[in-house]
């Protein structure tokens, strides 16, 4: 369950990181600034008080009629919150620096604006993506606080590997058994952050030719 959800949120905000880096760079409208101040939220906030946030907002007593705390369902709201802004903050230098004339160049040769984003826009942006996706999921496959207070963490429903292993050194102070399941998600973690930065340099070789 703890890589499953960890794919879904890093998918999830690999498509609304990238949207609302977008509207950030290109668009101007009112309350910029305060969007801009809510996506770093998630830096500012002690994981806990994020988890107590959303535990109010989707919880029993939701003010917006929606609970989905302590389900599978929360484990993925909760590491989507927090990991969010790696995302927008890795996409957007990357779309301040892009040259637009390109763009203007292709519209003005008959190219759609999909076209557009597809043949020029999204290949530029792509490492970035990835570069936030990585940082994404390491948060992701690490967060504590967040999700110990949504999801409850229910054994066999909820509980992720890192509040297992929690749990493991705090409740029953098995260190033994806390290092080996530490040691597994350490080595899946770092074969997937190996996979992300080859497809990054894959991506990236002709930049360097």
Request: with cysteine; aromatic share 10%; proline share 4%.
């Amino acid at each position: 369950m703890t890589f499953i959800g960890a794919f879904i949120v890093v998918a999830i905000n690999a498509v609304i990181g990238t949207v609302i880096a977008w509207v950030l760079v290109r668009d101007d409208f009112r309350g910029k600034s305060l969007v801009n101040a809510v996506i770093d939220l998630p830096f500012a906030l002690p994981t806990i008080v994020a988890g107590l946030t959303l535990l109010t907002l989707y919880g029993p007593q939701s003010p917006v009629g929606v609970h989905i705390a302590y389900t599978r369902g929360s484990v993925v709201l909760a590491l989507c919150f927090v990991t969010l802004p790696f995302v927008v903050r890795t996409v957007q230098p990357v779309l301040l620096e892009l040259d637009t004339d390109m763009e203007q160049a292709a519209r003005s040769l008959g190219a759609s604006d999909f076209t557009v984003f597809r043949r020029i826009v999204l290949p530029n942006l792509l490492p970035g993506i990835l570069s936030g996706c990585v940082l994404a999921l390491a948060r992701a496959l690490g967060e504590i606080g967040a999700v110990l207070v949504v999801t409850g963490a229910l054994p066999y429903r909820t509980e992720v590997a890192s509040v297992y292993i929690f749990k493991l050194i705090n409740g029953s102070y098995d260190t033994a058994a806390a290092a080996s399941v530490a040691v597994v998600l350490l080595a899946a973690a770092f074969v997937l952050i190996l996979a992300f930065g080859a497809m990054r340099f894959f991506l990236t070789r002709h930049e360097r030719a």
